[in-house]
């Protein structure tokens, strides 16, 4: 990417709309309600050949103390800051209002490289509104629709030659690509995959609202990236940042928090859960974020749940330590409440942490690195049917209906999470007991806790070819049995 373009403006003038149109995607929230977008959103943008890192911001609204809209406005103001060009969007069909008027002002000051556009032009209703951006002493404003993709000719224009004086800072900062095998990695194609630049280890943070995701995503980053307060349901977005913690290149999601589905009635809420569960998804490790207050609710268990199924290395951190008195009791509490509630995910890490303070980041980043490597964990067909042949002699698999059934061998077909396929007779009549009992077997021998563990029961063909055919009637059977006798 070759330099960064963020978007501002007051509220509901278009930005995210705009941001859509630049990804190609519908990753930012969009609705008529002003206000929705809260948090920085940062995606890859393509215009015609120019490739560039877009990024949407909250609207600017003049309010400098610490409420909620402050602290929106002063995460918007660094974006500025951060930003290589700023794109100014004011809405033509209203005009230009007072509160537009001062933020002119201020990215004149902040910002190298200013951009006017008047958005929502299409139409004769908006050309007094275009005329009258002249007023903000920001040069001419590009007449553009974001809803409808006119004016982004007009916008490409602009950029074309400010982009060509990042082309040289993009080269130096570029991921690292076509990486060069050792003769050990070449042979070893099933080995663990190395987090780089290029394909960063992805981290999802999710948890009931006000768990304090934000916080700690923060406290990672070393920088107050994500907009946080006392307030429940600040993050709406489900907002992607690159970092590298302890050296190891990661993209974490952070997600809106999800209340029971019964509780969420407002349509934009339905669509930041449904945003957060689209992260789960794309993550690689999931870390479930409890209140050390409220542990364990019915809707963490859910989102543990939902993780699992998914297929993603999980790991649960209890968050708000720093204000826990009887901290050995209530460890013990947890633990015993994680294995009773939670049984699908034995061994698990469970980590406590700080996001206030910082503490318990390291063990935090040892237990994802950790449920990375078990999540890619691959386990020779020798070893497989050696341990089987054990765990049969231990406990040999039932018999219902009086149909012995025979495990032949197993072996692994896929990793991220580990699948096994075990192929045998009367597949359909494995009890789930003797799958229960296989795969905790291999979470112990194997050493896998806590990821997900997939195994299939599949039947084998008989090697006999004739098996299924009709046999010949015993009177022609005979006729041609006595013609080879007469021959």
Same mark, same amino acid.
């Given at each position: 990417?070759?330099?960064? %373009? ?20 519908? %990753?930012?929230?969009? @609705? =008529? ?10 995606? *890859? ?24 809209? $402050? ?12 930003? /290589? ?18 933020? +002119? ?6 910002? +190298? ?13 908006? =050309? ?25 000719? /007009? ?16 080269? @130096?900062?570029?991921?690292?690509? #076509?990486? /060069? %095998?050792?003769? &050990? ?18 981290? +999802? ?6 768990? $304090? ?10 920088? =107050? ?11 709406? =977005? ?15 999601? #952070? ?20 945003? $957060? ?9 999931? !870390?479930?974020?409890? &209140? ?12 543990? #749940? ?10 649960? *951190? ?6 826990? /008195? ?18 699908? %995910? ?26 990375? &490597? ?7 067909? *020798? ?6 042949? $054990?765990?049969?002699? *231990? ?43 296989? !795969? ?6 194997? #050493? ?9 029961m599949r039947g084998q063909n008989d090697a006999n070819p004739y098996k299924g055919r009709k046999k010949a009637p015993p009177s022609k059977l005979r006729k041609h049995t006595a013609g080879r006798r007469r021959d």
């Amino acid at each position: 990417m070759s330099f960064t %373009l963020a978007i501002v403006g007051r509220p509901n003038v278009g930005k995210s709309t705009l941001f859509n149109r630049l990804v190609g995607k519908r %990753l930012a929230l969009v @609705d =008529d309600q002003p206000g929705v977008t809260r948090d920085l959103r940062e995606g *890859a943008a393509r215009l015609a050949d120019l490739r560039f890192t877009v990024v949407d911001t909250a609207g600017l609204e003049e309010v400098t103390d610490d409420s909620l809209q $402050g602290r929106m406005r002063r995460l918007t103001e660094r974006a500025v800051d951060m930003a /290589d060009i700023c794109l100014f969007m004011v809405d033509a069909r209203v005009g230009i209002t007072p509160s537009d008027l001062v933020f +002119a002002d201020i990215l004149r000051k902040r910002s +190298a490289h200013v951009i006017l556009a008047a958005n929502k032009a299409e139409g004769k209703a908006a =050309d007094a509104g275009v005329i009258e951006a002249y007023s903000l002493g920001l040069g001419e404003p590009i007449r553009m629709s974001a809803e409808h993709g006119e004016g982004l000719n /007009d916008l490409y224009s602009v950029l074309m030659p400010l982009a060509d004086g990042y082309a040289e800072r993009a080269s @130096d900062d570029a991921p690292e690509t #076509d990486v /060069d %095998l050792t003769e &050990d990695e070449a042979e070893d194609p099933d080995a663990v995959p190395v987090p780089t630049n290029a394909k960063p280890l992805q981290v +999802a943070v999710v948890g009931r609202p006000n768990a $304090g995701k934000s916080t700690l995503i923060n406290q990672i980053m070393g920088e =107050d990236r994500l907009l946080t307060g006392p307030e429940a349901g600040i993050t709406r =977005d489900a907002i992607s940042l690159r970092t590298e913690w302890n050296g190891v290149p990661m993209r974490i999601f #952070d997600t809106a928090g999800m209340r029971k589905k019964a509780k969420v009635q407002e349509k934009l809420e339905k669509l930041s859960v449904s945003d $957060g569960l689209r992260a789960v998804k794309f993550a690689e490790v999931v !870390v479930v974020l409890l &209140d050390a207050e409220i542990p364990f609710e019915q809707q963490d268990l859910r989102i543990a #749940d939902l993780a699992e199924r998914e297929g993603r290395a999980v790991i649960i *951190a209890v968050n708000k330590w720093d204000i826990e /008195d009887e901290r050995q009791a209530k460890l013990k509490s947890l633990k015993e409440s994680f294995e009773r509630l939670l049984p699908q %995910l034995r061994g698990a890490p469970l980590i406590t942490v700080s996001a206030k303070t910082g503490r318990g980041l390291d063990r935090l980043h040892e237990a994802i690195m950790r449920a990375y &490597d078990v999540w890619n964990r691959r386990i020779s067909t *020798a070893q497989l049917n050696r341990w089987l042949a $054990g765990m049969m002699e *231990a406990h040999p698999p039932p018999a219902p209906q009086g149909k012995r059934i025979k495990l032949r061998y197993m072996t692994q077909a896929k990793t991220r999470p580990p699948g096994f396929v075990v192929m045998c007779s009367h597949p359909d009549k494995v009890p789930e007991s003797y799958s229960r009992y296989l !795969v905790n077997g291999l979470r112990v021998d194997f #050493d896998m806790p806590g990821t997900p563990i997939r195994l299939w029961m599949r039947g084998q063909n008989d090697a006999n070819p004739y098996k299924g055919r009709k046999k010949a009637p015993p009177s022609k059977l005979r006729k041609h049995t006595a013609g080879r006798r007469r021959d």
